[in-house]
């Protein structure tokens, strides 16, 4: 199994740093040789100790020391050996999502959020560009981290087996404009090879995800409100993701849609 780290921005391409500020953490295990696929969120607010600057907000390793770090304080606090990291800007996605026709979601109820640009119904439907992006910036949840974290997660399977899918692929040209645009969507470290992309892709299509487990949303720190973890089920969490162990079902949270708040 290899590890990814994917760094989510929901910024459009051309805007200021401020407009990044809502980075999503995921890591992404892959076992080739099972097809198998993890996809773990991990809260961007988690309080852990940072190497060189003492305990933080995990976003803030990033400010610090660009992927490199954010990368290494991953490694030390999962105990996983991260040895990728993938960057995914949702706002150049808006493309992809159009190229291939948009992408099925079902939400359990209306989502709406001005400051997003979503105004979508109940119930299944395509979305196109412009509503996909919305739909993974919304911040108009009671835990609103957490479930966009969920909600990109749904995007990228969405769009993933969309170009995956066999009436796709009996095409290859259909997804040749998708298959640019999400390269200039995603930048990767000189160190990922393309068969390992291939596998991700693939293995998206049916993913084990879930979020790291959690004891306190809301933990007083210096550095402001920020999430703790639930040391003894995360610990044994990543321990049976570094061993190829089944993940205790009890700890699988999986990836839903809410309606907004």
């Known amino acids: 199994t290899f590890f990814l780290l994917v760094i989510g921005s929901d910024a459009r391409p051309g805007e200021s740093p401020e407009a990044t500020r809502g980075d999503s953490l995921h890591i992404i295990g892959v076992n080739p040789a099972k097809g198998a696929i993890s996809v773990l969120g991990i809260p961007r607010d988690s309080y852990v100790p940072i190497p060189g600057h003492g305990y933080n907000k995990l976003n803030a390793a990033y400010a610090f020391g660009g992927p490199k770090l954010l990368v290494q304080t991953v490694q030390n606090v999962t105990g996983l050996p ?60 009671a835990i609103s981290d957490l479930q966009r974290e969920q909600d990109q997660r749904i995007l990228i399977k969405g769009i993933l087996s969309k170009m995956t899918s066999p009436g796709t692929l009996a095409n290859p040209f259909a997804v040749v404009p998708a298959a640019n645009g999400a390269a200039s969507a995603i930048t990767i470290d000189q160190g990922t090879g393309l068969t390992q992309l291939i596998s991700v892709a693939f293995a998206l299509r049916n993913p084990v995800t879930t979020t790291v487990p ?24 990543f321990n049976d993701l570094a061993h190829d162990k089944p993940l205790p079902k009890d700890l699988v949270t999986g990836s839903s849609v809410q309606g907004t708040a």
Request: hydrophobic share 40%; glycine share 14%.
């Open 214 to 237: 959690i004891a306190n949303l809301n933990l007083s720190t210096a550095a402001g409100s920020a999430v703790q973890w639930n040391h003894d089920e995360a610990t044994q969490f």
């Open 82 to 141: 991260v040895s990728h990291y993938m960057g995914i800007g949702f706002g150049g996605l808006v493309s992809v999502v159009d190229d291939i026709g948009g992408v099925r979601v079902c939400l359990p109820g209306p989502m709406k959020d001005p400051k997003a640009g979503l105004n979508l119904k109940a119930g299944c439907q395509v979305l196109n560009g412009d509503q996909a992006l919305g739909f993974v910036r919304t911040r108009n949840f």
